[in-house]
């Protein structure tokens, strides 16, 4: 590990100190049972944080330690930032209020619960603002799944920079330590898609005086404790998975051990430059190899960046999956029926985070990080065993998994002691020989929690790697899944068909997609399943000219029905693939990249992969003509189209699910988890899709022919009391939390 900037602390586990430190009982931290009775299941007021002056009150707080600002409802449960963190600091003795959704035009919000005696900690929420708010299209979105009853408008633009000002004008000097996805993805210059340009560091836009990147129960623990004993914030400096502005002459001097990245006016004036500056970055983020960053700014300023925190331990993720969540939204949102995104989660299990994946168009190497981090197996039956005991579990747990689901341990032993390689990636272009790609471990999980009295199905619904299925020499898993843990489809995320974008993608060749499906259906076949395969599919991602926009359309053509889930690629802060669609080349390799940046482009690829819907006739004709396949209008049995557009009201054909324009936008996966000051990526909702109520079965590997004409299904209703209209939509508005980056 690299030396920290001084002064240093000596070394400990901020995870496991002791809440009595401060001289404060844990009866006073006010801990709570993590279920606690009430009507129907539902968690008393008692179990949840301070929200308000009246909670405050009857805990009998004169003042809160910390004052915890968020762009999302409060939601206490361990898939949600917020609740995270604060929880972690609640076990550490800390009092922590909470301020959810303010009026961000007045100052008076951002003060409810008056000044804290530590400081505030800002956050966004579970998903970036602008991805909340916005299509790819920078189409205003109409719901909100993090806000009660899913209205829209609760949170500004930018809403990290937005609090942050807030509160510096009304509290001058309290300390602010902005983290969650947001922030994370924002710590240093960045390419911002929705203005069109480069940006600069958060940390400097929104007057904070800290930053936390990555997940954060380490690093935010380091710093409350410093602010508790009296270190004033500018001296906290030594915080790893932290960043922080220094200015003036000797500014740097004592900084240590870093690498001095291009400065923002050579960014600015030259995107190549860029490119190579998120390379760098992108090569140090692992918490054993990763160096000190020192971002120059004009007048003398400057962000650093220090390491990344380290991973938490095994018993750390249990303990911090354990705290006495009140696992429910806050029951001030009743009348407005509760939070959407809850219910996509409220009866899933997260037992791992980070992912040595590493797909391109993904955040969560830049934020969760690539080292794997897993919860016990104990852990995880316990809290299976507490969904059983909810009045309103009927027995399915909808997901057990994390940003990939079958990653249930590192990736090799070699990164526990010498980090991840800087320059190799794990499973692209293959498999790393000194992988451990055995799944039996997760594939005994699964038995284990379909064994509980009480639990009826267990279901994958986050997604599972095939290739390192693939790599697997053992069929244990592959038939444990398909016999006991999918309804009738298993979603994957191919991305595409070319290998000449899935190479871009860092996503393995189609020849291994096609070799999993064709041993899927085998292997259902032998049980006497009727089970197929269903692709995610990515339209216009760097490197996919009208070339491969076309054939990823004859592909779909040979599957036999239109694809769910179609996403135009969506360039969000700090991915690798955002970073191609800037500048044009891959920050790698510096070699040059096509990216289809003209809207009208991306609609004809995105039409492409849609061609049976009719509305789409001109457009997929326009590509076609335009890449020189008008072979593939006519009347032929290989025709996309007929050279006359359909009349209006005609069937677009078959299709599965929803392809409607971008309202269930899988982003560029930013990913699950963040909210909290650095807690972790998009939502645990970010990880999976929604099950479709309809669709038609028969699929095939891309570019076979269909292996089934099926009839109509509806699938299965998982869960709680799906035909209550408060919650009719509440999947397809925790869509929105779904990014692209988080589907492996």
């Avoid at 100052?107 to 530590?118: K, N, Q, T």
């Avoid at 909808?398 to 341990?409: R, S, Y």
């Avoid at 890449?627 to 005609?650: F, Q, S, T």
Wanted: charged share 25%; hydrophobic share 35%; glycine share 8%.
């Amino acid at each position: 590990m690299e030396a920290s900037i001084m002064p240093k602390h000596p070394a400990k586990n901020p995870i496991r100190t002791s809440n009595k430190k401060r001289g404060r009982s844990a009866a006073d931290s006010s801990r709570t049972p993590a279920r606690c009775p009430g009507t129907k299941g539902r968690p008393p007021r008692e179990a949840f944080l301070p929200i308000s002056r009246a909670d405050m009150d009857a805990r009998g707080w004169d003042r809160c330690d910390f004052v915890y600002v968020c762009g999302d409802a409060y939601v206490d449960h361990p898939s949600f930032g917020m609740a995270i963190i604060t929880r972690v600091l609640e076990a550490h003795g800390y009092r922590v209020g909470i301020i959810c959704q303010p009026d961000w035009t007045d100052p008076a919000s951002i003060a409810a619960l008056g000044e804290p005696r530590l400081g505030f900690l800002v956050s966004a929420g579970n998903m970036d603002s602008m991805v909340n708010h916005y299509t790819v299209n920078k189409k205003p979105r109409h719901e909100d799944a993090y806000t009660p009853g899913g209205v829209a408008g609760a949170r500004p633009n930018r809403a990290v920079t937005v609090y942050g000002n807030l509160i510096r004008r009304t509290f001058k000097d309290k300390p602010i330590i902005i983290g969650g996805i947001e922030a994370s993805l924002r710590r240093l210059a960045h390419y911002d898609y929705w203005q069109d340009k480069l940006k600069r560091s958060v940390l400097l836009d929104s007057g904070a005086d800290i930053l936390l990147y990555g997940m954060g129960e380490h690093s935010i623990v380091e710093v409350a404790d410093a602010l508790d004993g009296g270190l004033p914030v500018d001296q906290i400096t030594f915080v790893n998975g932290s960043a922080y502005r220094v200015s003036g002459p000797d500014a740097l001097d004592n900084v240590y051990d870093y690498e001095l990245l291009p400065s923002w006016d050579d960014l600015t004036a030259d995107r190549l430059t860029y490119a190579r500056s998120f390379n760098i970055q992108q090569q140090n983020m692992d918490p054993i190899t990763a160096k000190r960053l020192v971002e120059p700014y004009p007048n003398g300023v400057y962000v650093v960046q220090n390491p990344p925190a380290a991973p938490l331990t095994t018993a750390e993720m249990d303990e911090v999956s354990e705290l006495p969540y009140a696992r429910h939204w806050h029951p001030d949102y009743d009348a407005a029926g509760g939070i959407p995104a809850f219910d996509e989660i409220r009866f899933s299990i997260s037992s791992n985070r980070g992912c040595f994946g590493e797909c391109s168009f993904c955040a969560l190497t830049f934020h969760q990080g690539r080292m794997l981090q897993v919860r016990s197996r104990e852990s995880i039956i316990r809290e299976a065993e507490a969904l059983t005991r909810d009045p309103e579990f009927k027995g399915y747990i909808n997901d057990v998994g994390g940003p990939t689901a079958n990653f249930f341990k590192p990736a090799c032993k070699k990164q526990l002691t010498h980090g991840v390689c800087k320059n190799r990636r794990c499973l692209w272009p293959s498999v790393c020989r000194n992988m451990d790609t055995n799944e039996d471990a997760y594939a005994e999980l699964l038995r284990d929690l379909r064994q509980i009295p009480g639990v009826k199905k267990v279901f994958v619904r986050s997604g599972i790697r095939f290739d390192y299925t693939m790599a697997d020499a053992s069929d244990k898993f592959l038939v444990e899944l398909l016999r006991h843990h999918v309804s009738g489809q298993l979603r994957l995320a191919p991305e595409h068909v070319s290998d000449a974008v899935l190479s871009v993608m860092g996503k393995p060749r189609r020849e291994v997609y096609d070799a999993f499906v064709e041993r899927f259906e085998r292997l259902s076949a032998s049980y006497g399943l009727k089970q197929y395969v269903v692709p995610y599919l990515i339209s216009s991602h760097p490197g996919s000219t009208m070339k491969e926009a076309v054939e990823l359309a004859e592909a779909v053509r040979d599957m036999g029905y239109m694809p769910e889930q179609v996403q135009d690629f969506y360039p969000t802060p700090s991915t690798m693939s955002t970073c191609m669609f800037y500048t044009g080349v891959d920050p790698r390799t510096m070699k040059p990249v096509y990216v289809a940046r003209d809207p009208h482009e991306k609609a004809m690829q995105r039409a492409l992969i849609q061609y049976r819907k009719p509305e789409n006739h001109k457009l997929v004709k326009e590509a076609l003509r335009r890449a020189g396949r008008e072979d593939l209008i006519g009347y032929g049995p290989k025709c996309l189209i007929r050279p006359v557009p359909p009349k209006p009201g005609a069937s677009g054909g078959k299709t599965r699910g929803k392809t409607g324009d971008n309202k269930s936008d899988k982003a560029g996966k930013m990913p699950t988890g963040g909210g909290k000051p650095s807690k972790g990526g998009q939502s645990r909702s970010s990880h999976r899709g929604a099950t479709p109520k309809t669709g038609q079965r028969g699929t095939a590997p891309l570019g076979g022919k269909p292996t089934a004409k099926g009839k109509p299904f509806s699938a299965p209703k998982f869960g709680g009391a799906p035909n209550k209209a408060a919650n009719a939509h509440a999947r397809n508005r925790a869509a929105q939390g779904r990014q692209g980056a988080n589907r492996h």
